[in-house]
């Protein structure tokens, strides 16, 4: 029997974006051939790890890391555009998964960033994977936007937190994207209650830490922690706002919705719940219906 091929397009959106994985698993659980993936930040991170065919090591070490290991990943940046320059943690994961060039994988796959001052989106769909995943999360403020071919690179999600629009000339049986700025559920915690978490999110607190030791060294009360969190809620707004035109414009095959207020974009101690909500909501609106 030849298996159902598929676009998969994986959204922005922080830790929210664990989700991606539990879908990738409930996917190949049930017999499908993950063809194509178009991603953007978490997304791009999630897909380009899947692409080059290491994301059990990825998920282990991600559904394990502690609140030191964090500390030792963020990079504190000072006098630049973001809180901390990102390099340490991309090269964490490229010892952990390896580097491939996007060309040599064995499937089709695309990360989307943004160069801002032209108002225009970067596709990068050859070169080294993690140059494509590094730009992609460039998330505005809290990492330094990543600089390519004399331009200066952010979060793709400032203009295509869900990036369907790369897919269009795939030649699969489905396209299905996940959008991680869905409607908010009620109850959120009810996720999360099955399995014991940390009182506080290591990189929560560790943003915390870090932004109270450097509020003297940029300008007095020039940068809080409530200032982050006003950056963070209006880039998820902004984020929402945009995701919801691009599936009203470019209607995938199926969309499935994670809430928006399931967990803010830093809770990456919450991997296992978020996994497994992932492949629950696959099953739930999956199963079935690309049979």
Known sequence: MTKKTVSLVLGSGGAR????????????????????ISGCSMGALVGGIYAIGKLEEFERWVRAVTKSDMIKLLDLSLGADGIFKGDRIIDTL???VGDSRIEDLPIAYTAVAANISRAKEVWFDEGPMFDAIRASISMPVFF??????????????????????????????????VNLTGKPMKNPEAVFEAEPLQEVSPLSGVVSEFINKIRSTIQPESMTVGTFDIVAQSF?????????????????????EVPKNLCTILEF???????????????KCLSGAIE
């Open 17 to 36: 974006g664990l989700a991606h994985i539990g879908v990738i698993h409930w996917l190949e659980e049930h017999g499908y051939e993950i063809a194509s």
């Open 236 to 256: 998820e707004t902004m984020q929402g706002t945009i995701a919801r035109q691009k599936i009203a414009a470019y209607p995938p095959d199926h969309v499935l």
């Open 269 to 283: 101690d919450k991997a296992s719940p978020l996994i497994r909500y992932g492949y629950e909501l696959a099953e």
């Open 144 to 177: 330094n936007s990543f600089k390519y071919n004399g331009q200066n690179l952010v979060d793709g999600g400032i203009l295509n937190p869900v990036p369907i629009a790369p897919t269009f000339s795939d030649h699969t049986d489905v396209t299905i994207a």
């Open 94 to 96: 490229r010892d952990m």
